[in-house]
């Protein structure tokens, strides 16, 4: 289940990309098979020794192309360990809101990525995260949890603070806000309630077939209730350089709330 949109965020192949706090590694893997060469970090020893299993195997299924390339590394996103300008895209898919020091954070990924570069970051949704928080404590007060919620102005002016030029925003996964309020209501941890485990039942149903009936009301409830808000931006070029990759900004490029 992709956050980034792919249509609206283009690789291509041989580009340098990192995932970072790659997770389970979904989006790395979305741009291993797109012929990018990827680096995928997270600070999770365990996610990362499972997104390197998933790496060796695809590789031996052939699902990359000839010259893409994937590695799989611990690593603590305040300090990368890269040079300079060393990526040509930076994906962060639900991570910043984890983080206190979330400048910190986008000026590392500022840093890494090359002048005329492309970022996608992905925080939940102001509306629909801040119905899980009324509705459980649990939810967010826990090591590790969510520590803030963004407004979408907020988080393009931080982005723009670092020195992005967001050109793009838009909601994903609205078929996921309901479940995640029931999974509140009902206790995050009690997934035997019956409401949870049959809408659960749902999303892997619609994740497995992708019938067009769901992804129609997806689409139409995103700009609704999205759970995720996903910002696109561009690093500028060097005075007297072409202008940024991505071009004149979409029509999209307005902030979401």
């Not at 997270?42 to 790496?55: G, L, T």
């Not at 799989?72 to 990368?80: F, I, Q, S, T, V």
């Not at 300008?85 to 930076?90: A, G, K, L, T």
């Not at 009690?190 to 659960?200: G, I, S, W």
């Amino acid at each position: 289940m992709l956050t980034v949109d792919f249509t609206r965020f283009p690789l291509a192949p041989g580009d340098r990309v990192l995932d970072l706090g790659c997770g389970a590694g979904r989006h790395a893997f979305e741009c291993y098979r797109r012929g990018a060469r990827v680096v995928a970090l997270d600070r999770s020893a365990e996610e990362i020794r499972e997104v390197a299993k998933w790496f060796a195997a695809m590789e031996e299924a052939g699902e990359a192309p000839t010259g893409a390339t994937a590695t799989a590394m611990e690593g603590d996103a305040l300090n990368l360990p890269f040079p300079d300008e060393s990526f040509d895209v930076v994906i962060i898919s639900e991570v910043m809101e984890h983080i206190p020091d979330d400048k910190g954070v986008l000026a590392e990924m500022v840093r890494v990525l090359k002048p005329g570069g492309r970022i996608a970051v992905t925080v939940p949704r102001w509306g629909p995260e801040k119905v899980c928080w009324a509705l459980s404590d649990a939810y967010h007060e826990v090591e590790g949890g969510h520590i803030r919620i963004y407004k979408a102005d907020e988080l393009l002016t931080r982005m723009r603070e670092s020195g992005l030029e967001p050109y793009g925003t838009h909601h994903a996964h609205a078929l996921h806000s309901p479940y995640w309020w029931l999974k509140c209501a009902f206790g995050v941890d009690n997934d035997k309630a019956l409401p949870v485990r049959a809408y659960h039942k749902l999303l892997v149903w619609d994740i497995m077939k992708k019938p067009l009936a769901t992804k129609v009301a997806e689409q139409a409830l995103n700009p609704l209730i999205g759970k995720s808000f996903v910002a696109y931006a561009t690093k500028p070029r060097l005075p007297g350089g072409t202008a940024p990759a991505g071009g004149t900004a979409p029509a999209d490029a307005k902030a979401g709330a």
